[in-house]
């Protein structure tokens, strides 16, 4: 696959330079992608999903946690305490084993510890993934595809969303078609309530996800309205793309 460029800022662009970019005809979106440019962007961007890492198994991950030099040691440690323990014919009995004991305890704690936050990592991802859309509504070469799967997108299909849908990739609003859309994009900003979106560009490149109110995010639901949308970004490098490599980050570091 070719060097990805860099995603294209159609938050701040308009819907006659967004089309331009993506090589659309602005007065007729619902004409689509041809194939040709379909395939070009595919061989660009890949596919629209989160990357999936082999899941790690629990033996692994257990001994993962003693894959370290200070544990090693305490490990090390413990075992020459059991040893000069087991030969000592002192008065002291058991309780010549219980500093070997109490590290071992320790060590086996940090262990559990390690491995259920691995464990909520890798589960984090899975809902990730869940809450994306399997199918979309697309339009290329003039005809609407009504289930299309999301897997397949590119940027700068045209795609039709619906109230109850969930948006399939990062997405300019390019076409309203009902008074309002709102959008519940709370599991990306944390708003309770549901944002009203638009087709107008924003002023600034560099701004916050809720300051792009042309635009929506793989994962959020529509709650009511209905909109043409043209996609921008697909998989690992939309919003939620960004958190899922957040959270991969945060686990190799944490078993690093």
Known sequence: MASTPPVFPAWCRTIEDTAEHYGL????????LSDSLVERQRALWGLNELTAEEKTPLWKLVLDQFNDNLVKILLLAAGVSFLLAWIDDGEDGLRAFV????????????????????????????????????????????????????RELVPGDVIELHEG??????????????????????????ESKEVNKQIGAGDLEDCPINSKHCMLFSGTAVKKGHCL?????????????????????AAEEDSS
Do not use: C, F
């Not at 005809?25 to 689509?32: C, D, R, S």
């Not at 849908?165 to 990306?188: C, E, F, H, W, Y």
């Open 25 to 32: 005809k602005a007065g007729v979106l619902n004409e689509g």
């Open 229 to 249: 949308a043209v996609v921008n970004s697909i998989g690992m490098h939309t919003e939620i793309g960004e958190i899922h490599s957040s959270i991969q980050k």
């Open 165 to 190: 849908d969930k948006v399939p990739a990062d997405s300019r609003v390019v076409q309203l078609r009902s008074l309002t859309l709102l959008i519940d994009q709370a599991l990306l900003t944390g």
């Open 99 to 150: 500093e070997p004991a109490v590290i071992l305890l320790i060590l086996i704690l940090n262990a559990i510890v390690g491995v259920w936050q691995e464990s909520n990592a890798e589960r984090a991802l899975d809902a990730l993934k869940e809450m994306q859309s399997d199918t979309a509504k697309v339009y290329r070469g003039g005809v609407l595809t009504a289930e299309l799967a999301a």
